[in-house]
């Protein structure tokens, strides 16, 4: 039930409006479970902001497809099964699915009302839902560096006579200049074809993904709510000293990535960067990520960078 953890927080992400200065009040607990299984089911906006009031737009993801499949997570689950637990005389858990998942935000009753205490399930909500999305984007960083080498020693995918390393993650319709492009039933697949398959299948459109790679291009669309960008030098502290991969056009003296959170504290909060030495480096760059980020344009991994673990 991992895959919850974003509740029905995100279902209209792309929206961003204030919720009621309170959370809506309930006469009893069981009320307030089935407005939020009617809300959860119906995908409606209005009345999931009514329960979980002002703080609903902080529980909020950015990323559509991500929302939209946990909702159906929950949508499923709760046709499974949903119970109330008693955890106080004044609150209640409510519990999902066969294996009785606990729904992070609680019920509590103040004065002779119940509610749901959105402050208290919060942070426990974040916490899932940016550790997952910092998995996936260090994942992402390791089959990057696998997809450009693969791209390198399979053959001259742009017929230009230079072995290289592809400085797109898309490549243009009929061309292969970049790590993806469309295969038939029998070919090869390219270098983050699987990737892409995968994207896909959750419900990712190829605008989607190429947003999340191109931020500056694009609509704003993160991937499991990160963007990456491929980076195409290096800086003094990288292994090997300053210098550009790209010489006459081609980049062939290395490649790297950056990957980092579309709503820090939110969607993620490490900020992560990769070389074709397969070494991920992790930094929090704080509130202000984004434009810090933007600003990001060699691989340099001072000594604020730490590596991450495997």
Known sequence: ?????????????????????????????????????????????????????????????????????????????????????????????????????????????KTSQWRFDTDAGMQEILNRRIGENELSAIATCRAYVLAQWEYF?????????????????????????????????????SPMGAMVAAARAEGYSAGQRKAAANPAEHKRSPYHGYYFRILKRQGPHAPGGKYDYVINGNMIAGYALIAYPDKWGSSGIMTFIVNQQGRVYQKNLGPNTLKLAAGITEYDPDVTWKVVKE
């Open 153 to 189: 020693t399979e053959g001259d995918h742009d017929n230009d006579g230079v072995a290289e390393f592809a400085q797109k993650f898309i490549s243009s319709v009929g061309n292969r200049e970049g790590l993806y492009w469309e295969t038939g039933e029998n070919e090869r697949p």
């Open 1 to 109: 039930m991992a895959a919850l953890v974003l509740l029905l927080a995100g279902s209209f992400s792309g929206q961003t409006s204030a919720g009621p200065a309170q959370p809506r009040s309930f006469a009893a607990p069981e009320e307030a479970m089935k407005a939020l299984v009617e809300a959860g089911k119906a995908k409606d906006r209005a009345a999931l902001a009514d329960l979980f009031g002002p703080q609903y737009d902080k529980l909020l993801s950015g990323d559509e497809v991500q929302d939209n499949k946990e909702l159906e997570q929950f949508s499923a689950a709760v046709d499974e099964s949903v119970k109330l637990d008693k955890t106080a005389e004044d609150r209640m858990i409510v519990s999902i699915g066969k294996d009785n998942w606990p729904f992070p935000i609680p019920i509590v009753k």
